[in-house]
């Protein structure tokens, strides 16, 4: 594997407000949403990125930022005898830029004043909210030997996802030849594509960009100060002017990727973990998922029957029954307790003896799950007190609402961070 680590700088876009997300994202930035039990998801993009000898990183954020700028710190350090860093570009106002992130490409305009102080010859761009596992030199030894100026990362999809992307036609090249975004369902038969024999036996017609792109850098300059120094976004402006005057290719990939973009595809994204051969693969030696160390006690787990269950380091485990659930980190779940298909993000802490003592004492409940609860089709976020004999049954027959507590979206309950729920609340 080539090494990268001086011809390429990886700039990682924190998103927006993440209002899809929401309640996960009432008090962090999209990409410090907790996924898997004891990761980010920003550690996808930045592990690939390691993975793929590309060790100079830029995370882009504006909204709730704190917590993703301390998982960065404390989690990603190069030797001192590496150039490697991830360093945190926040939304900042200048003299000349007195505004916000505007969109993908503005963002990213707008922080290349601090990027250009490094020298690179391509400049890979990724979203910090996306499950896959990729390896982005092959992409950048593809780009290289297509003497192309820009390389999109496409992903075969079927008629139902297609109106969410950007889908695109390529020649036998592979270089783009048009591209729409978000097409109608009355548009789609113009866009098929040959995405080969086994894409097209699952129905996956459709080209669609994964949001991945690279882009040479005098082209990149080129495109955002002197073509279209108003244009706002990379899938809406800056890819489709392009395709004319410049070479843009598709380099497809077919692999595991999802795009975290609401409650339901996030949901699903971590059950999907526990499948007996699951499509992300965290137990692979050449695509490890880098994350915090934090040095963590063995989980503990005590009478419990489990099936299809991931459980993560540092968890007291009392419950009678879990299934097909995600169980993270620091997590402490009582006696007599049954959770099916549900996502308990975990703890940030523990309580010591004497505050649980204290909380008993107030009628506070203690940190995690209490005793003989039922937890189904349901998201605990973290730090979450929920007392004994509590009810949380998720599914169709619930409307989707906002409450104080918790909020419930396509038929998934999801306990707000924090949230205290007495003995006996029932959802």
Request: no cysteine; charged share 20%; aromatic share 12%.
């Given at each position: 594997m080539e090494n990268y680590s001086k011809s390429v700088v990886a700039v990682i876009l924190g998103g927006g407000a993440g209002s899809r997300l929401s309640p996960l994202t009432a008090t962090r930035s999209k990409p410090a949403v907790p996924i898997a039990g004891k990761y980010r998801l920003v550690d996808i993009p930045i592990s690939n990125c390691i993975n793929s000898n590309?060790?100079?990183?830029?995370?882009?954020?504006?909204?709730?930022?704190?917590?993703?700028?301390?998982?960065?710190?404390?989690?990603?350090?190069?030797?001192?005898?590496?150039?490697?860093?991830?360093?945190?570009?926040?939304?900042?106002?200048?003299?000349?830029?007195?505004?916000?992130?505007?969109?993908?490409?503005?963002?990213?305009?707008?922080?290349?004043?601090?990027?250009?102080?490094?020298?690179?010859?391509?400049?890979?761009?990724?979203?910090?909210?996306?499950?896959?596992?990729?390896?982005?030199?092959?992409?950048?030894?593809?780009?290289?030997?297509?003497?192309?100026?820009?390389?999109?990362?496409?992903?075969?999809?079927?008629?139902?996802?297609?109106?969410?992307?950007?889908?695109?036609?390529?020649?036998?090249?592979?270089?783009?030849?048009?591209f729409i975004e978000k097409p109608s369902k009355e548009l789609l038969p113009e866009w098929t594509s040959d995405?080969?024999?086994?894409?097209?036996?699952?129905?996956?017609?459709?080209?669609?960009?994964?949001?991945?792109?690279?882009?040479?850098?005098?082209?990149?300059?080129?495109?955002?100060?002197?073509?279209?120094?108003?244009?706002?976004d990379f899938g809406k402006e800056i890819i489709p002017?392009?395709?004319?005057?410049?070479?843009?290719?598709?380099?497809?990939?077919?692999?595991?990727?999802?795009?975290?973009?609401?409650?339901?595809?996030?949901f699903e994204a971590n059950l999907a973990l526990t499948d007996d051969v699951p499509a992300f693969n965290l137990f692979d030696n050449n695509k490890t998922v880098y994350s915090r160390a934090r040095m963590l006690p063995p989980a503990k787990i005590s009478g419990t029957t489990l099936e299809k269950t991931i459980i993560a380091e540092g968890s007291i485990i009392n419950a009678s029954r879990i299934e097909q659930s995600v169980v993270g980190i620091r997590s402490r779940i009582g006696h007599g307790t049954t959770i099916v298909s549900a996502y308990i993000m975990g703890n940030d802490f523990y309580e010591t003896l004497s505050e649980m003592e204290s909380s008993k004492n107030t009628g506070m409940p203690k940190i995690g799950i209490g005793e003989r609860c039922y937890i189904k089709d349901a998201i605990i976020d973290k730090n979450c007190r929920i007392g004994n004999d509590v009810k949380i049954?998720?599914?169709?027959?619930?409307?989707?609402?906002?409450?104080?507590?918790?909020?419930?979206?396509?038929?998934?309950?999801?306990?707000?961070?924090?949230?205290?729920?007495?003995?006996?609340f029932v959802i």
């Open positions: 590309i060790n100079r990183m830029f995370v882009l954020t504006q909204f709730n930022s704190a917590s993703l700028n301390k998982h960065i710190k404390n989690t990603y350090h190069f030797s001192a005898f590496s150039s490697g860093f991830v360093d945190i570009l926040a939304a900042e106002q200048t003299p000349d830029n007195p505004g916000w992130f505007q969109g993908t490409a503005d963002a990213v305009k707008q922080s290349l004043r601090h990027i250009s102080n490094f020298e690179y010859e391509y400049i890979l761009i990724l979203s910090g909210d996306q499950l896959y596992q990729m390896d982005f030199s092959e992409m950048i030894s593809n780009h290289k030997a297509q003497h192309a100026d820009i390389t999109i990362a496409t992903i075969p999809v079927g008629d139902r996802e297609a109106p969410e992307f950007g889908i695109l036609k390529t020649n036998d090249e592979h270089f783009i030849t048009s995405t080969g024999a086994d894409m097209q036996k699952q129905g996956r017609n459709y080209l669609a960009s994964m949001g991945i792109y690279i882009f040479n850098k005098k082209i990149l300059d080129h495109l955002l100060y002197e073509k279209n120094p108003k244009a706002t002017e392009s395709i004319d005057n410049h070479k843009v290719i598709s380099y497809q990939y077919d692999g595991y990727w999802t795009d975290i973009g609401n409650i339901y595809s996030f049954i998720g599914g169709k027959h619930l409307p989707n609402r906002d409450h104080e507590l918790y909020s419930v979206k396509d038929g998934i309950v999801v306990v707000r961070k924090s949230a205290i729920l007495p003995d006996g």
